[in-house]
T-cell receptor, first 114, second 110 residues
Framework: EAQVTQNPRYLITVTGKKLTVTCSQN?????MSWYRQDPGLGLRQIYY???????DKGDVPEGYKVSRKEKRNFPLILESPSPNQTSLYFC?????????????FGDGTRLSIL | QKEVEQNSGPLSVPEGAIASLNCTYS??????FFWYRQYSGKSPELIMF????GDKEDGRFTAQLNKASQYVSLLIRDSQPSDSATYLC??????????FGAGTRLTVKP
């Protein structure tokens, strides 16, 4: 089954404790992206990757890191999480980053930073 | 000014009616437009996309695009309670830049 898989689905942690949210897709997609979703603000892009070893900042990259060492994986790293990073996070992928490609979303990761 | 604007709702329609969801965008260079449906606690799922001015129909759904007015809409005919969800408008101006609206919450009452 074609899918985007995120882990963990839920995480409660404390300020400053490094965490990684993994994202993996099995569709051989070139383009992958991370979003956060907050009430009233919609989905905001954190980082995206056009292909292996190619990453770039989205609208709200501060406090986050990503890497794209393999085509299928695109982990999101919070080196020193803070409470304002409490949010619902989605990983998404598309075949390419071109204009007409819809994105396929993972099931989401709900992070709570205390 | 938000780049992609939607009425947050809630929009409430009776079962069987037409639901009309609207979206405006600020970037005149935008070229592709998407509607996603998101059930509470779930991930967005693609309903339709449209690139050209005019209407595009897919089953009970019709997307309408007017680039001159920077306006895109989604019509849902014969609305069902299962259509109750939040509908996200997404606009792609450049190859890498997908912008989402905050979403309109639709409730279809039996």
């Amino acid at each position: 089954e074609a899918q985007v898989t995120q882990n963990p689905r839920y995480l409660i942690t404390v300020t400053g404790k490094k965490l990684t949210v993994t994202c993996s897709q099995n569709m051989n997609h070139e383009y992958m992206s991370w979003y956060r979703q907050d009430p009233g603000l919609g989905l905001r892009q954190i980082y995206y990757s056009m292909n292996v070893e190619v990453t770039d900042k989205g609208d709200v990259p501060e406090g986050y890191k990503v890497s794209r060492k393999e085509k299928r994986n695109f982990p999101l790293i919070l080196e020193s999480p803070s409470p304002n990073q409490t949010s619902l996070y989605f990983c998404a992928s598309s075949l390419t980053g071109s204009l007409n490609q819809p994105q396929h979303f993972g099931d989401g990761t709900r992070l709570s930073i205390l | 000014q938000k780049e992609v604007e939607q009425n947050s709702g809630p929009l409430s329609v009776p079962e069987g009616a037409i639901a009309s969801l609207n979206c405006t965008y600020s970037d005149r260079g935008s070229q592709s437009f998407f509607w996603y449906r998101q059930y509470s606690g779930k991930s967005p799922e693609l309903i339709m996309f449209i690139y050209s001015n005019g209407d595009k129909e897919d089953g009970r759904f019709t997307a309408q695009l007017n680039k001159a007015s920077q306006y895109v809409s989604l019509l849902i005919r014969d609305s069902q309670p299962s259509d109750s969800a939040t509908y996200l408008c997404a606009v792609n101006a450049n190859n890498n830049d997908m912008r989402f609206g905050a979403g309109t919450r639709l409730t279809v009452k039996p």
